[in-house]
């Protein structure tokens, strides 16, 4: 498995995975699937701001992704970021977020990121351990801030202080 930079040839694929997450899971508290020009935009965003986003990359195929940005837009928060990390769903369970999260932990390490803030869904087990293995502590609980597929969703903030 190959941890790199993405490029705009891994976007139709990267929209893949986001569009499944956004269809069959919580981890996206959105209902509608996004178009290719919508994750350029977003792509480029990044880029342009100097953030990471990574691919994990097997037999030529981008199986993930993981990314940060601003955790919130005001000045004052420039040195907190959020991260993001999705795996295809036949490819989960075979260590791309393990690949992927340190080195998007040591980006942020190598800029100036004070603070990784994850938001994840309080029953999403699967993400919760995959951050605690990181170091990421569980800071605050939010309940029913969120609403989809019929029920109320609490989203739970863990937080490493780099
Ligand atoms: C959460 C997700 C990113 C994990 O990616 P993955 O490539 O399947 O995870 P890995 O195989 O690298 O496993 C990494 C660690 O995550 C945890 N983990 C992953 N899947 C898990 C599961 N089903 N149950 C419990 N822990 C799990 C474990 O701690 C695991 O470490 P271990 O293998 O040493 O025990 C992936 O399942 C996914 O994309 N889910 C849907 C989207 C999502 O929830 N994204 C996170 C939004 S906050």
Redesign the pocket.
Known sequence: MQIRDAVHADLPAILE?HND?IRT????WDEHEVELDERRAWFDARRAAGLPVLV?EVDGGVI?FASYGPWRPKTGYRFTVEN??????E???????????PVLIDRARAGEVHSIV????AA??????????LGFRRVALLPEVGFKFGRWLDLAYLQLTL
């Open positions: 995975i997450a899971t919580t981890a996206i994990a993930g993001s990390v999705y795996v295809h769903p490819h989960r369970g075979q260590g791309a977020a393990n690949a992927l999260m994850a938001g994840i869904e999403n087990a699967g993400s919760i351990a995959l951050h605690e293995k």
